[in-house]
């Protein structure tokens, strides 16, 4: 008896949804993709409980006919190949005539469309893929297809699905690569009642950017315009120094359709050479290939987000040549270029509080103290640094450019380890300015304090006992008693800054400074999303955040242990890109998650510290309860062992 069988049909179908409908938000993307196809001028979509419940997505475009309704959920039914050749020369979005024969499978569906030319719309109803109901609708010009229930009928799928949270960020970024390649479309994306964006059809990229990520995004992206035989490269790159965490901020498209091809990204990280530098970030990309589709095969993976070139050498060579071109130029784009009003005042008619003060000039000089926020911390006396002159530095870096505005003083090394100080902004702390939570000298003026509780030090390793130097401004050397160890700054000041703010938000809240004028801070809008459904997290280390309408937060108090200009510029933004790029993983976020990402703050490499402020970060370190790895997992401090330097020395 023969133990071949042909899979019947509902199986085979079901097997083909898993490959193609992963999540809520792979439904979104083929049925918006069926839309630009079939000429929509406005998309709307709308999703419930994250598109789990409900998925609606409704268009203007062509429509079909009753025949038409009937075979487009047939399996491989498709209007766009005719012949084998066609395969070779791809123009559309959707052309394998899968996607929504799969969606019904796994969902309760209903499809409703009307032709410009038909009195009367048509409309068909599916459950679990089996036809239930085809009869005459009352509908407009265009198609809606309305998908409930998604993998009811397929329990194991649904079971590992992530939180809501999450599956509507997926739906975010899916709707956002279609809206960013097709700009003569109008996109509408409503959410759990929630309106994520809305977007008017036309206007440029630049405009377009600036409607889903804002100005500070945007403001920072210098135009690329290349071309080599028939290939063209346009789109936006990032300025020097303008990065994110993750490569989720790299979009690529391919003849419009947003793909993932590591040939690209390999120009991409060529073109900027050394300004890609600093590990786990990159610049942010919009770009834009158009070659011949004979070039290209898209019909690798159902899902249609990998390509293969007929030559990614030559595609690699010519990204990298695009891009080193455009910051070669370095321009930068403004508002009118933007596609905005010649003022650079938003579309919308809304005003930032930002630019009604720009005119306004207030000139007032901050005292130069700390106060006390936490009964641990101590008070400094203005005048104690002006007593302790600087000193030379033990790094050999002597020359390097200091991030913040000061040189940094030496301090005294005779205090007893004292706590975290709130950032000064003016360098005198021994860190450089602006670089968030310090670390103090001894005070002159120390305020009435309870003796510290005895801390257990996890770490009984060899630890460091005496800092020998300062290595290239980024790993402090010490000695140890099994050899010499070396110490990653930057690591070891986020476990320092982890642990304080993680203690304080857990316990008392962390004490924040008020702004004297609210700043505003205009986020993408899925940082923007994440942050709101997220500010009481966020208000327990110190932030005082309020919508301001779209993707614009008002901030009205930051965490004391950083400082105010750049925790709105920099530490903010890269909290929440961290926050968004793990987003599969941690939303709803919980304050450890927000603490880690907090760590931004800490110093950085090539940061110059004194001898003394060295002295002062080893011994706040071997406080933490964990002060051997950094708060994302790498360790902070390497021993390189007498046995192994007496083996680099032939002594053995």
């Not at 809520?24 to 993709?33: N, Q």
């Not at 069926?34 to 419930?48: C, F, K």
């Not at 498209?253 to 990204?265: K, L, M, S």
């Not at 942010?284 to 390509?307: S, T």
């Amino acid at each position: 008896m023969s133990r071949i069988r042909i899979m019947s049909e509902d199986l085979s179908n079901r097997i083909a949804a898993g490959e193609v409908i992963e999540r809520p938000a792979s439904v979104v993307k083929e049925l918006v993709e069926n839309a630009v196809d079939a000429g929509a001028r406005h998309i709307t979509v709308t999703a419930e409980r994250s598109g789990i419940r409900r998925i609606v997505v409704a268009d203007d475009g062509c429509g079909m006919d009753a025949d038409d309704a009937l075979l487009c959920i047939e399996p491989h039914g498709t209007s766009k190949l005719r012949t084998v050749e066609d395969i070779d020369s791809i123009v559309t979005l959707g052309f394998r005539g899968e996607a929504l024969p799969s969606i019904a499978a796994v969902s309760r569906f209903t499809l409703l469309t009307r032709t410009a030319d038909s009195g009367e719309a048509t409309r068909v109803r599916l459950e679990g893929g089996r036809l239930l109901e085809t009869a005459p609708g009352a509908g407009p010009v265009g198609t809606t297809v309305e998908v409930r229930d998604l993998f009811f009928n397929t329990p194991a799928r649904r079971k590992f699905l992530k939180s809501p949270a999450t599956e509507a960020h997926h739906i975010e970024e899916a709707v956002m690569a279609l809206a960013i390649g097709y700009r003569e479309i109008g996109f509408e994306l409503k959410i759990d009642g929630r309106m994520v964006f809305n977007c008017p059809a036309g206007g440029t990229l630049e405009y377009r950017l600036r409607e889903l990520f804002g100005g500070g995004y945007a403001g920072n992206l210098i135009p690329v315009e290349h071309r080599e035989g028939s290939l063209r490269i346009t789109g936006l790159i990032a300025g020097p120094g303008f990065t994110r965490i993750g490569r989720r901020e790299q979009r690529v498209f391919i003849n419009r359709r947003a793909v993932e091809a590591p040939a690209i990204y390999r120009g991409i990280r060529e073109g900027y050479g050394t300004l890609e530098s600093e590990s786990g970030r990159f610049p942010p990309v919009v770009l834009f290939l158009e070659l011949p589709p004979e070039e290209v095969d898209v019909n690798v993976h159902p899902a249609k987000r990998e390509v293969r070139f007929k030559s990614e050498f030559a595609i690699t060579r010519c990204v990298s040549a695009a891009v080193a071109a455009a910051l070669k130029g370095g321009g930068r784009l403004d508002s009118a270029a933007a596609g905005g009003p010649a003022n650079g005042l938003p579309l919308s008619g809304k005003v930032p509080i930002a630019r009604v003060l720009e005119g306004v000039e207030i000139t007032y000089r901050p005292k130069n103290a700390l106060q006390p926020d936490l009964a641990n911390w101590h008070c400094v006396d203005e005048d104690s640094e002006e007593k302790n002159p600087p000193t030379a530095k033990v790094s050999e870096a002597v020359g390097r450019s200091i991030p913040g505005d000061a040189d940094i003083p030496e301090f005294s090394s005779s205090d007893p380890a004292p706590e975290m100080l709130t950032d000064r902004d003016d360098g005198a702390t021994g860190f450089p300015a602006g670089t968030g939570a310090s670390i103090s000298p001894e005070p002159a003026k120390p305020c009435p304090e309870p003796e510290p509780e005895p801390v257990s030090i996890a770490f009984a390793g060899d630890w460091p006992e005496e800092v020998l130097g300062i290595f290239d401004a980024t790993y402090i050397l010490a000695s140890g008693r099994e050899g010499l160890v070396l110490i990653d700054q930057h690591a070891a000041h986020e476990r320092v800054m982890f642990e304080r703010l993680l203690a304080e938000a857990r316990h008392t809240g962390a004490a924040s400074q008020r702004l004297l004028l609210p700043q505003t801070v205009e986020l993408s809008r899925p940082q923007a999303g994440l942050l709101l459904r997220n500010s009481k997290v966020f208000e327990k280390l110190g932030f005082d955040v309020e919508p301001a309408g779209g993707a614009t937060i008002i901030i009205n108090a930051v965490p004391n242990s950083l400082g105010t200009r750049r925790a709105l510029d920099e530490v903010l933004p890269d909290m929440l890109d961290e926050l968004v790029e793990n987003a599969s993983a941690r939303l709803p976020v919980e304050p450890e998650y927000v603490a880690r990402a907090a760590c931004h703050a800490a110093v950085k490499a090539h940061d110059e510290l004194t001898l003394e402020a060295a002295r002062e970060l080893l011994r706040q370190l071997r406080r933490c309860r964990q002060g051997t790895l950094c708060p994302h997992g790498r360790p902070t401090m390497v021993t390189i062992t007498r046995k192994e330097l007496e083996k680099r020395f032939a002594r053995r």
